[in-house]
């Protein structure tokens, strides 16, 4: 570590507050009501519960969500014995990984104990209030004794992950690594540099695995761990001493399969490097030097694949790959331990995972290369947005098989889409969406079929079933990017290709009814031809406009209003409304909120004010959500007579008038729609309750702003914008939008291509061919 990363290191803990944590309620403390429901007398309800049945303590407490990350600091990082208190960071930085990657809330406890007996006391006494301990930097082989004492004095899991969580990915790596290499586990030799509490949990759970415990050689900084060298060798490490006489690492190396490093810097030498087997797997996993580089096993054995620890290299294995998403499963399940079997659950999700492709997540983590899987590729990456997923549900079914769950999960499918929420920020607001989306699959053109995130984009649509994919593009060229990208994509059976250069049948029979269309706006019929099969946008949309899709998704590159500029002529208004607008959606900390107009209209009158409002509303339901409309001003009730609260309160006029039954007012300032307890102030008699989730502007400018103020300022996650009015189902991307954007704008598409078969006043698409587009 140089200077200048030390300062950044201390800078990054000490600012902008100390350290990495802080606490945060759940619930509001905005009145009196509700401090004596959080408190004195409202809490003795709860404690009253959870005496009756103590179960109820995960109803009515955060005890079901929420692990210790415990440690005494006799073994911090490569720090070695520096204290409890030291090793403080270390913890927090642990609490941070929960939280990050899966929800979970964490207490860091340093405890002043060495003693293995009293330490044990200190953490069995808290046994009433965590849901899980996660036992943390404690030397061996105290850390063996302390975690198989708590298991048997708790009835909640106690996992020590330098031991379980190193063994659950390196089992992985070697699972898919000698896959690759074209060699059975059973048959392999291994030997170990390091005979600690990891390199010793790792060969127990590849002996559980299939590994034969008389091919396992062990070494550490004494040398060979042979029969007799110590009279009172621990039990788990006397399992494997060998009668041997060799007694120096080089002096086993011979033919060994797997070099499993958890122990020093530069151990391994390159010049024994010849003797291992044919097509070895080298682990050098001591941190932050390994036992050898991975150029120097490159240099004199190509035939090798190398794992680190370091995020630098190819095939890391790092913890973090599991423990958050172990305790995940385990915490939901109610699991009182978490045992072997679930460990192996955790390894075979891994490893299988590492054999899908990567997401668009995994190579923007990354720099934009997706990793296959290969010699470089072993085991996912850390950001892999995947992992909680596959290891969460895996984990939960094996803590049911193993009959340690005292929550069994009943629906593993509703499961999975609940965990979804930790992946994608917004996954609770597309739920209602992707469900109806699923239930009639819609025929969907994407415009750019060529872009890579539209490509990963067509993989998800396809692996949730939410539509039927059509793509514009250059056949060779998307076919050569979707190998590139490392996908499954069946191109030639479940993905629809249309290419310009030869498909040119399909696209002239769209050139006639383009040019009535825009023939009598400035467009040749030379010109509508050419647009047809240069401009993707257009055919996309006259795909739609004939009928031969059910949605389009245009746009995605370049300026968003030149995408609108061919797209608008094509697609007709709804019968019976004047204008087109957008609404974006925005989802934050405390919930999602809605703006309308962001994109189309700079300065509505009121009467389209009041007609994006009711469209808008609409599409709030369509989330599953009731929309409470705020029409918002610099003016609050009537206090200005400028012009645009004077259009805010027409508009509210209009509104009430055809949609009574819709919480809606204004015209208000911003503050007083997030906040009943303002706008009460304000006045008594406001039709909204609680707070307002459809925010409506007087211009473009305010809606764009507030958008994007909050955007930024409480870090929310965008969805759309979404167009309002259309008479077809078709949306248009902003350059901004990530794979994730389009697979939610695709399934805001299907369902609406659903309400347009149902619904009597719907557009052409409802009557669409139900017929596949040529090759």
Not at 279 to 291: D, G, I, Q, Y
Not at 470 to 480: E, F, S, T, Y
Not at 669 to 674: I, N, P, Q
Request: hydrophobic letters at 45%; charged letters at 25%; proline letters at 7%.
């Amino acid at each position: 570590m140089d200077d200048d990363f030390r300062k950044a290191a201390l800078d990054y803990h000490r600012l902008p507050r100390p350290g990495k944590l802080q606490i945060e309620p759940t619930k509001r403390m905005a009145t009196q009501r509700d401090l004596a429901l959080a408190y004195s007398p409202g809490v003795a309800a709860a404690c009253e519960a959870i005496k009756e049945d103590p179960r109820t303590a995960r109803d009515y407490t955060a005890r079901g969500n929420l692990v210790a990350v415990i440690t005494n600091g006799t073994a911090v990082l490569g720090l070695g014995n520096i204290g409890a208190l030291a090793g403080k960071p270390v913890m927090e930085g642990k609490a941070v990984l929960f939280k990050k990657f899966a929800g979970i809330d964490v207490f860091d406890i340093e405890v002043d104990a060495q003693d293995p007996d009293r330490f044990c006391d200190v953490v069995a006494a808290l046994e009433p209030t965590f849901g899980a301990i996660n036992l943390e930097d404690v030397k061996a082989p105290d850390c063996f004794v302390i975690e198989r004492k708590l298991r048997e004095r708790m009835r909640i899991p106690v996992f020590h992950d330098d031991q379980h969580g190193t063994a659950i990915i390196v089992a992985a790596a070697v699972l898919n690594g000698l896959m690759i290499q074209g060699k059975q586990l059973a048959d392999v030799k291994l030997v170990t540099s390091g005979a600690g509490a990891a390199a010793l949990s790792c060969v127990d759970l590849l002996v559980a695995l299939g590994l034969d415990p008389k091919n396992v050689t062990l070494t550490d900084i004494k040398g060979v761990v042979y029969a007799g060298r110590e009279p009172d060798m621990p039990p788990n490490m006397a399992a494997y001493a060998r009668e041997t006489e060799a007694r120096a690492l080089c002096d086993v190396l011979a033919g060994a399969d797997v070099f499993l490093g958890l122990s020093a810097p530069r151990v391994l030498k390159a010049e024994w490097l010849h003797l291992l087997a044919d097509k070895p797997l080298v682990l050098a996993l001591a941190n932050p030097v390994p036992e050898i580089l991975p150029e120097a096993v490159h240099a004199a054995r190509p035939d090798a694949i190398v794992a680190t620890g370091r995020s630098d290299f190819p095939n890391q294995v790092n913890n973090v790959l599991c423990f958050p998403f172990i305790f995940r499963g385990a915490l939901d399940a109610g699991a009182t331990t978490i045992n072997q079997a679930m460990e192996l659950a955790a390894v075979e999700a891994i490893a299988e995972l590492a054999r899908a492709e990567a997401s668009e997540v995994v190579a923007a983590a990354y720099g934009g290369a997706a990793p296959l899987f290969g010699p470089e590729y072993i085991i996912p990456k850390p950001f892999d947005p995947r992992l909680i997923l596959q290891i969460a549900p895996a984990v939960a079914r094996a803590a049911m098989e193993s009959g340690v769950a005292e929550r069994p999960i009943e629906d593993f499918a509703a499961y999975r889409r609940e965990l979804e929420r930790f992946v994608f920020r917004s996954g609770q607001l597309m739920r209602p969406v992707f469900e109806a989306a699923r239930q009639a699959t819609k025929r969907v053109v994407y415009a750019e079929g060529e872009d890579d995130r539209v490509l990963r984009a067509v993989q998800i649509v396809l692996d949730d079933g939410i539509a039927e994919p059509v793509l514009i593009g250059r056949r060779d060229v998307i076919r050569a990017r979707a190998r590139t990208l490392g996908l499954r994509l069946d191109l030639d059976k479940r993905v629809q290709l249309l290419d310009p250069g030869h498909d040119r049948e399909t696209f002239q029979a769209l050139v006639v009814p383009y040019q009535r269309i825009v023939g009598r706006r400035g467009a040749p019929p030379d010109l509508a031809e050419r647009r047809v099969f240069n401009r993707p946008n257009v055919a996309a949309a006259m795909l739609l406009h004939e009928g031969k899709v059910d949605a389009a998704i245009c746009g995605g590159n370049g300026e968003w209003s030149r995408h609108m500029s061919y797209v608008l002529p094509i697609v007709p208004r709804m019968p019976g409304v004047e204008r087109i607008y957008a609404l974006s959606a925005l989802i934050t900390g405390s919930g999602t909120l809605f703006f309308c107009d962001t994109h189309v209209n700079i300065d509505p009158t009121a009467e389209q004010v009041a007609e994006m409002t009711l469209l808008a509303a609409d599409a709030v339901r369509s989330f599953g959500i009731t929309p409470k409309a705020a029409l918002l001003s610099h003016s609050s009730f009537g206090a200005s007579s400028a012009p645009q609260p004077r259009k805010m309160r027409k508009a509210l006029a209009l509104i009430r008038k055809q949609a009574p039954d819709l919480e809606v007012d204004g015209e208000m300032h911003a503050d007083s729609a997030l906040s009943e307890v303002i706008r009460n102030r304000a006045v008594p008699d406001s039709r909204i309750s609680g707070t307002a989730n459809l925010l409506v502007m007087p211009t473009l400018d305010a809606a764009n702003i507030a958008f994007n103020l909050l955007k930024v300022a409480a870090d929310g996650l965008p969805v759309g914008p979404l167009l309002l009015g259309t008479a077809l189902p078709v949306q248009v991307l902003v350059p901004s939008v990530s794979a994730r954007g389009i697979v939610n704008v695709t399934a805001l598409a299907v369902q609406e291509a659903q309400a347009r078969r149902s619904s009597p006043l719907a557009g052409p698409s409802s009557v669409a061919a139900d017929m596949r587009i040529p090759h």
